[in-house]
């Protein structure tokens, strides 16, 4: 495109314009027409086409998003939600804590290195521009078949891009997920978290009010990477025939970013800003347009200050481009000296590019000609909202109608510890440590627990030991069984994980991963995925705080399975008194907490075993998920347990294996006699955990479990170096250490 002006525009009504190659429907270009009452310039094309992208303006999840704060639970804790760069929560002491999960879904493909990386970087200063200081990233990952060879393309380079951005910036990597499954084999899930902490005062929002207030750019340069970038690209499926939804994939620099980061935190200790957003999806016309539309007044920007690295980008470029570690500030004129003095000081270019107006417009300048004059809230806020249509897909019937109950099941008890070995070995089940042994874990010092851990804690005030906990889970399987309890499901085993060190669960992010929304099946699956988190979270009492919506995450007509990825985050008084999850002291007794039913739908055990995908998800209740994590919070509080392990993926086996792993302490255990033992060792039914209970605590734990009515069953003890099922069979920790830990480095050698 070439330089339009508005009043070129004006002139010119019937010149054709390439909104169907920018991702625009027909009817979408004729409503930004009516909207300027002409037709848009190349700047404005620009502009609409990025901002109302599927990855921006959430066109098609709006209808259903509105449960989160139609439901959402009475919580005094919640300082800020839906709507800002972040949700931020109190959790005491003057104390706020923000977070948020994001995608890099689509980029991470393309370029696994710098998509991972950048999706890092993005959420980082998410969580940087609500104020806050970056404490901790997670990274839930998922990916093709462990076996495929395009895997050991993405995941090495994904883990790298991770590895080396957080690293370099010195953020601790402390927990995620990595899932592998042929689902997502061509449209690998990579969802990035941050953690940042502030005090109550310093949260800072995106809006620019008060005219005559500057609009400063500071950060990276403007490049030609990443132009219409994840806007463009998580907007719609992957179909090689259409190069132009294959757009460049930002490229990131963590130095600069850490600079970035220090220079804002100083230039917010001396109270320089009125507004402030970060540039991510959209770039400069995210920026400009949501600081404008979120203020009092309009805006005024000249876009030919913006300093670039590449001198030939146009201006629809520069407002389209997507590169990394750029920040946008409202600044007060008496103040624009001293934070331009700071930047210099970091070695961070700042540029005054514009001013808060006391109009109603958004209005760019290109070397004095007008290119951009538009209502802010339309490019930002009022962008289509669609109610797809959806349907219930007419093979779901069939598929839960396939129960995995009914499939073939061991018949010995060396079958039984074959399939055991099976599953602990098999790549969702293995250890992960080649992937997270590549991250820095400890980095600042704050770090109280990492992976494998049930979930990350870092440690907020050093004096006290005030700290928090986050989690992060999600089961596409569940999901595709059914959405509304597979949402459910992700949820709780957030929840009970958080819970399980100790935390009491305060509030939740999710991210959720979806085909295409245009496929009435898809959007059925997301409209009862949504439904379920609502619902959930009310139960629950934790507000949705913020989140990501990525659909179209398909290959042709393949959609990957619905996969909502919650995130839990809890405070923790003290976390000298966390609970781990490592059996580490023999002559502990092991207590089951819940009921095991025959719940073997979407399993582990049926996926490694029988390549087997039907019939119901385990059975949600939600209530009993509170009861159960305030047992295991009063448990660590009081010291009453000393670890504990919640049961999810790979059912009981799976844990008690874990937990002995982590501690290098076997377990003897007992099979009650009213269960059938592999019931027993692979049943994935939800509200459950394994506790480690010191003798002398026993009868003060049961008393207390019996008195609240949470089913307390004493399964075993810690004990030897060998894990024995009594009456089945017997696995000594070197075999199962072997088995778990060999998997993963022989499938990426």
């Not at 709507?83 to 696994?112: C, L, M, R, W």
């Not at 030919?304 to 481009?321: C, F, N, Q, Y």
């Not at 405070?571 to 490592?582: C, E, F, H, L, S």
């Amino acid at each position: 495109m070439t330089l339009d002006t508005v009043k070129h525009a004006n002139e010119t009504p019937d010149v054709d314009q390439p909104w169907a190659e920018l991702g625009l429907k027909q009817d979408e270009y004729e409503r930004i027409r009516a909207i300027l009452g002409r037709r848009p310039t190349g700047a404005e094309l620009a502009m609409y086409s990025v901002m109302w992208s599927e990855h921006c303006s959430y066109k098609s999840s709006k209808v259903h998003l509105r449960q989160f704060g139609e439901k959402a639970p009475e919580n005094d804790a919640l300082l800020v939600g839906i709507g800002e760069n972040a949700g931020v929560v109190d959790v005491g002491q003057g104390y706020a804590v923000t977070f948020k999960v994001e995608s890099h879904n689509h980029p991470s493909y393309i370029e696994p290195y710098q998509g991972a990386a950048t999706g890092v970087g993005g959420i980082v200063r998410d969580i940087l521009a609500m104020g806050a200081r970056p404490v901790a990233v997670m990274d839930p990952l998922r990916f093709g078949a462990a076996d495929h060879p395009d895997t050991k393309r993405v995941l090495p380079g994904v883990v790298a891009g991770i590895g080396g951005y957080g690293n370099c910036l010195g953020l601790p990597n402390i927990g995620g997920e990595v899932v592998f499954d042929s689902c997502y084999q061509g449209n690998p899930l990579v969802n990035a978290l941050c953690v940042g902490v502030m005090k109550h005062e310093d949260i800072h929002l995106a809006k620019a009010s008060g005219a005559g207030n500057k609009v400063i750019l500071y950060g990276a340069r403007t490049g030609g990477d990443g132009i219409g970038g994840v806007s463009v690209l998580a907007s719609e499926t992957f179909d090689d025939s259409k190069p132009t939804k294959r757009p460049a994939v930002q490229v990131g620099d963590p130095f600069q970013e850490k600079l970035l980061i220090e220079c804002t935190l100083e230039i917010f200790r001396e109270d320089l800003v009125d507004g402030i957003q970060d540039l991510g999806g959209a770039g400069l016309s995210c920026a400009t347009s949501e600081l404008a539309s979120a203020g009092s007044g309009g805006m005024r920007v000249e876009l030919d200050r913006v300093h670039l690295r590449d001198a030939t980008l146009s201006p629809e470029e520069i407002l389209m481009s997507e590169s990394q570690e750029r920040m946008c500030a409202i600044v007060e004129p008496g103040k624009v000296d001293r934070f331009l003095e700071i930047c210099e000081k970091w070695d961070v270019i700042a540029t005054v590019i514009g001013e808060v107006t006391d109009g109603e417009r958004l209005e760019i300048f290109w070397h004095g000609e007008q290119i951009v004059d538009v209502p802010p809230r339309t490019v930002a806020h009022e962008g289509p909202v669609y109610e797809r249509p959806y349907a219930r897909p007419d093979w779901q019937d069939a598929l839960q109608a396939d129960d995995a109950n009914k499939l073939a099941r061991p018949e010995t008890a060396e079958e039984l510890r074959a399939q055991v070995l099976k599953v602990i070995s098999s790549p969702n089940q293995a250890s992960k440590s080649w992937i997270t042994d590549q991250y820095d874990r400890f980095v600042q010092g704050n770090t109280v627990l990492a992976q494998p851990e049930d979930s990350g804690m870092v440690r907020v005030d050093e004096d006290t030991n005030l700290g928090v906990a986050v989690a992060t889970d999600g089961n596409g399987r569940y999901a595709k069984l059914d959405p509304y309890a597979g949402a459910q499901l992700a949820l709780a085993e957030s929840y009970r994980n958080v819970a399980a060190t100790g935390a009491r669960p305060l509030a939740i992010s999710n991210c959720l991963n979806f085909g295409s929304p245009e496929d009435p099946a898809v959007m059925w699956q997301f409209a009862e995925a949504t439904r379920g988190l609502a619902d959930g979270c009310l139960t629950l009492g934790t507000p949705v705080t913020g989140g990501n919506v990525s659909l179209y995450n398909q290959t042709g007509e393949t959609a990957i399975h619905p996969t909502p990825v919650v995130a839990v985050l809890g405070v923790i008084d003290d976390v000298n008194r966390r609970t781990p999850m490592a059996f580490s002291d023999e002559g502990h007794l092991l207590y089951l907490l819940g009921d095991t039913k025959e719940e073997l739908g979407g399993s582990a055990w049926s996926q490694v075993v029988h390549d087997h995908l039907g019939g119901l998800p385990p059975a949600v209740d939600l209530d009993r998920e509170k009861l159960l994590a305030e047992i295991l919070i009063a448990a660590s509080r009081d010291g009453m347990i000393d670890a504990a392990h919640d049961l999810s993926d790979g059912g009981l086996i799976q844990a008690v294996a874990e937990s002995c792993l982590r501690g290098g302490k076997g377990a003897r255990i007992i099979v009650p006699d009213d269960m059938d033992p592999f019931v027993f060792l692979f049943s994935e039914s939800a509200g459950r955990a394994v506790v480690a209970v010191p003798r002398s605590e026993e009868l003060r734990f049961n008393d207390m479990c019996g008195a609240r009515g949470l089913p307390a069953t004493r399964i075993g003890v810690v004990d030897g170096e060998t894990i024995d099922v009594q009456g089945q069979f017997a696995i000594p920790l070197t075999e199962l250490r072997q088995a778990h830990e060999a998997t993963i480095p022989a499938l990426l050698a």
